[in-house]
């Protein structure tokens, strides 16, 4: 890079710095143009956080992360509404990050949460943004991380994170969330698969939605006898009873996720898991930076051409491009 491409690409980052500075200052004070113009710009793949005003800079966050998973039709999003009423009701500012499938052969994502929750479209104090998974596994998308930081630095009370509908191991939103909630339908599998589901593993608090159909008792028996066998922990999970569509149970849901709060700060634990939460941020984005730079590499493009016209075994390769990088 010759002398003139530096100094262009240097001011060009200074007014894109300035710029993203002025954003941040404008979604803390509320405008959620700014705020929807900052994601967008974190889902660009742009460095936004390298940018964030010392003043907005903090030890902690006031923010509270809540993830809400489970399988797909379980009524997360009708349940997250709801939520987000509830703590509406308290006066409280609420973001929702819905994430959403992208299809495996078109890319796209109907985004179509975000139509469900319709409800809060004109409440300035509720801040909506759909997000495609673009691919990613783990039922969350990659910009996740970096967007929930964009969220609690415009100083929301809560931050509930929807995840795609999943399965037994898609359970990254238990490294992004303070309290985890696992939504299940009444008679979801038997009791062997309750516990062998990492899914289920990962809950703070469980909730039994569709709670008026048949088959109550015996999902919650299930849980119960799961949790019997379990490990035992400081924090059990308790059991929820919901039905979303009108509102039942909601209140006991925010409750047993006040009390899970209270036992994650009186406890220490909740400063424990946002220190994994950045680790786990720090690995990820270490990772994909990597992974794009490697493609930067004259040496990583021959090695690829060798193991793609079978000259060369892919492992014997990839210790070859590790070796070359410890060596530098």
């Known amino acids: 890079m010759n002398v003139t491409e530096f100094l262009?690409?240097?001011?060009?980052?200074?007014?894109?710095?300035?710029?993203?500075?002025?954003?941040f200052r404008r979604a803390r004070l509320g405008d959620r143009s700014a705020l929807a113009r900052l994601i967008s710009f974190v889902e660009r793949e742009k460095e936004v956080l390298s940018f964030v005003p010392k003043e907005l800079r903090t030890?902690?966050?006031h923010s509270y992360l809540v993830g809400i998973t489970g399988p797909p039709g379980a009524g997360k999003s009708t349940l997250t509404d709801r939520l987000?009423?509830?703590?509406?009701?308290?006066?409280?500012?609420?973001?929702?990050?819905?994430i959403d499938p992208t299809s495996p052969y078109s890319g796209g994502a109907i985004l179509g949460d975000r139509v469900r929750m319709q409800s809060h479209a004109l409440?300035?104090?509720?801040?909506?943004?759909?997000?495609?998974?673009?691919?990613?596994?783990?039922?969350?998308?990659?910009?996740?991380?970096?967007?929930?930081?964009v969220l609690e630095l415009a100083s929301f009370n809560e931050i509930i994170v929807e995840t795609v509908g999943v399965g037994q191991v898609e359970v990254d939103i238990v490294g992004s969330s303070d309290s985890t909630v696992v939504v299940l339908n009444p008679l979801w599998g038997d009791s062997i698969q309750a516990n062998k589901a990492g899914l289920l593993e990962i809950a703070d608090v469980f909730v039994v939605n569709k709670a008026d159909r048949d088959g109550v008792r015996?999902?919650?028996?299930?849980?119960?006898?799961?949790?019997?066998?379990?490990?035992?922990?400081?924090?059990r999970p308790p059991i929820v009873e919901t039905v979303a569509s009108d509102g039942r149970g909601v209140s006991e849901l925010v409750s047993a996720l006040t009390a899970h709060r209270e036992f994650l700060m009186d406890s220490g634990e909740i400063e424990r898991k946002r220190q994994?939460?950045?680790?786990g941020e720090f690995t990820k984005a270490t990772l994909r930076l990597?992974?794009?730079?490697?493609?930067?590499?004259?040496?990583?493009?021959?090695l690829h051409q060798r193991v793609k016209e079978g000259e060369m075994e892919p492992t014997r390769a990839a210790q070859e491009v590790i070796d070359r990088i410890l060596r530098n």
């Open 123 to 149: 409440d300035s104090k509720v801040y909506i943004r759909s997000m495609a998974t673009r691919g990613s596994l783990g039922g969350l998308a990659v910009a996740v991380p970096i967007t929930l930081r």
């Open 59 to 61: 030890e902690g966050t």
């Open 276 to 279: 994994r939460r950045a680790l």
């Open 290 to 302: 990597f992974e794009r730079s490697l493609w930067d590499s004259e040496e990583f493009i021959r």
């Open 218 to 235: 015996q999902t919650r028996r299930d849980l119960e006898a799961m949790l019997d066998l379990s490990e035992p922990k400081k924090w």
């Open 8 to 23: 262009t690409r240097s001011s060009t980052e200074m007014e894109e710095g300035d710029k993203v500075a002025d954003l």
């Open 84 to 98: 987000v009423a509830s703590y509406r009701g308290q006066d409280d500012e609420v973001a929702v990050l819905a």
